[in-house]
């Protein structure tokens, strides 16, 4: 199995304002049968995509998922391409809107699953695991050190719906900040279960480390815009998976909201164990895998194999 780091192409601007992957040379579409709405066979489909698997960043549990799919089904021709959730979005678009063949790797909850019309390949070897919670994880001594917010985050719980009002509001131009406080202006009543019985603070400090998904901009905007209401001055750090484990581990961030257990994150909470807390369940059922459009004459993962 090869990877290949692709860059960003700051000019090639979509219309959704992600950055376009810089290398996204896609081949032409073969004929195929009069079913295959691609024009591409099954046979010819790792030529159709020159063998390439688009992911995101390399720190990323999703991709050490993708690298197991590839050695599970001895995918050895394929490559899987690393670069940002924007550029991957990107390739997706692109192809989407010219009907070509692309294959990526996928999370729900996503926007690009209400934008596009798309499907998880079935993964019969179980590479990615079945469905996955997010869950949310605090630094040692939190709860003595910040008890209000260590409540308040500890009772944080949302569904899929939730969160995509948030996602779709920001991909629709709205800045995350004002995503996130509509969306809690709609819904108070469920934002003061989160808070119900916590006392405010008075400009206590809090740090939360957050990835680059949609999902996870959408959580940390409404949590940090909720414990400011609540008398926190917040900080919100980005990073990649492996920092913000360690982040938490090593007490430079006081949580995240963006542990995705018990598959995509196992070998961070299993390197740290003993060093953080789990502080609850935020989300559940959440899934990562293959995704292709569903015009694609595809279903499995092993079908990458012809």
């Given at each position: 199995?090869k990877r290949?780091?692709?860059?960003?192409?700051?000019?090639?601007?979509?219309?959704l304002?992600?950055?376009?992957?810089?290398?996204?040379?896609?081949?032409?579409?073969?004929?195929?049968?009069?079913?295959?709405?691609?024009?591409v066979?099954?046979?010819?489909?790792?030529?159709?995509?020159?063998?390439?698997?688009?992911?995101?960043?390399?720190?990323?549990?999703?991709?050490?998922?993708?690298?197991?799919?590839?050695?599970?089904?001895?995918?050895?021709e394929?490559?899987?391409?690393?670069?940002?959730?924007s550029?991957?979005t990107?390739?997706?678009?692109?192809?989407?809107d010219?009907?070509e063949?692309?294959?990526?790797?996928?999370?729900?909850?996503?926007?690009?699953?209400?934008?596009?019309?798309?499907?998880?390949l079935?993964?019969?070897?179980?590479?990615?695991?079945?469905?996955?919670?997010?869950?949310?994880?605090?630094?040692?001594g939190?709860?003595?050190?910040?008890?209000?917010?260590?409540a308040?985050?500890?009772?944080?719980?949302?569904t899929?719906?939730?969160?995509?009002?948030v996602?779709?509001?920001?991909?629709?131009?709205?800045?995350?900040?004002?995503?996130?406080?509509?969306?809690?202006?709609?819904?108070?009543?469920k934002?003061?279960?989160?808070t119900d019985?916590?006392?405010?603070?008075?400009?206590?400090?809090?740090?939360?480390?957050?990835?680059?998904?949609?999902?996870?901009?959408?959580?940390?905007?409404v949590?940090?815009?909720v414990?400011?209401?609540?008398?926190?001055?917040?900080?919100?750090?980005?990073?990649?998976?492996?920092p913000?484990?360690?982040a938490?581990?090593?007490?430079?961030?006081?949580?995240?909201?963006?542990a995705?257990?018990?598959?995509?994150h196992?070998?961070?909470a299993?390197?740290f164990?003993?060093?953080?807390e789990?502080?609850?369940?935020n989300?559940?059922?959440v899934?990562?895998?293959?995704?292709v459009?569903?015009?694609?004459?595809?279903?499995?993962i092993?079908?990458?194999?012809?």
């Open positions: 199995m290949k780091v692709f860059g960003l192409g700051a000019a090639a601007l979509l219309a304002g992600l950055a376009a992957c810089g290398s996204d040379d896609t081949t032409k579409k073969e004929t195929g049968s009069d079913d295959d709405t691609t024009g066979t099954e046979e010819a489909v790792g030529e159709s995509v020159n063998y390439k698997i688009t992911g995101i960043d390399p720190g990323a549990g999703i991709m050490e998922a993708a690298d197991r799919a590839i050695e599970d089904y001895e995918l050895d394929w490559t899987l391409t690393t670069g940002s959730g550029a991957m990107a390739a997706l678009k692109k192809a989407y010219k009907e063949p692309i294959i990526v790797t996928g999370w729900t909850p996503h926007w690009k699953f209400a934008e596009f019309d798309l499907k998880y079935e993964d019969p070897k179980g590479s990615f695991g079945g469905e996955e919670q997010i869950r949310t994880i605090g630094r040692v939190l709860e003595e050190d910040l008890p209000e917010a260590h308040i985050l500890s009772n944080f719980n949302w899929e719906e939730d969160m995509a009002e996602m779709i509001a920001i991909q629709d131009g709205e800045k995350e900040e004002v995503a996130a406080q509509n969306w809690i202006d709609a819904n108070e009543d934002v003061s279960e989160w019985g916590v006392d405010k603070v008075n400009g206590d400090k809090i740090k939360l480390a957050y990835v680059a998904w949609d999902s996870e901009i959408a959580s940390h905007n949590m940090k815009i414990l400011e209401d609540m008398g926190y001055k917040v900080t919100l750090t980005q990073v990649e998976a492996g913000l484990w360690t938490v581990a090593n007490g430079s961030a006081d949580a995240s909201l963006a995705w257990l018990p598959i995509t196992e070998t961070y299993e390197k164990k003993g060093d953080f789990e502080l609850g369940i989300m559940e059922g899934k990562i895998g293959l995704v459009p569903e015009y694609m004459n595809i279903d499995s092993e079908d990458l194999q012809k």
